[in-house]
């Protein structure tokens, strides 16, 4: 996780670490920048920024309801504790994250078989229809 290296082994502040984080390539580039924007420029928290972002960032981003959740659970403790507790938060969140990314792992190869099944059965159905 990008915000991590950058505030816990970069030891950046957060503001420093959303700018560095939207100066890369990478999907979390335009967020970054957004969210650096939205707290400098109108003078936002940075858990209203975030969430203000998140909501910009809904259309282009395909989450589930747990993860934007989780999404914005994050903003609302970025930058309101210590590096430790920062580091503790990241890793939880990080665990929770890699949950939901096994959730959707298993959902897709359930989905995939089920796709493949209607795919064979409407080919039969449709050589069927035409004999």
Avoid: C
Avoid at 20 to 37: L, T
Avoid at 69 to 86: E, F, P, Y
Wanted: charged share 30%; hydrophobic share 40%; aromatic share 6%.
């Amino acid at each position: 996780m990008e915000l991590e290296n950058e505030i816990l082994y970069m030891s950046r502040p957060l503001g420093q670490a959303l700018l560095s984080i939207s100066a890369k390539k990478g999907m979390m580039s335009p967020f970054a920048k957004r969210v650096f924007e939205m707290q400098s420029n109108m003078e936002l928290t940075i858990n209203k920024a975030w969430e203000k972002s998140l909501d910009e960032f809904r259309e282009q981003w395909v989450l589930h309801q747990e993860e934007w959740d989780l999404m914005l659970s994050i903003g609302s403790v970025l930058g309101k504790t210590d590096r430790a507790g920062q580091k503790s938060y990241i890793e939880l969140m990080r665990a929770k994250l890699s949950l939901q990314e096994k959730k959707a792992e298993s959902d897709r190869a359930q989905k995939e078989k089920l796709y493949k099944s209607l795919g064979v059965l409407g080919g039969l159905a449709t050589v069927l229809v035409l004999i």
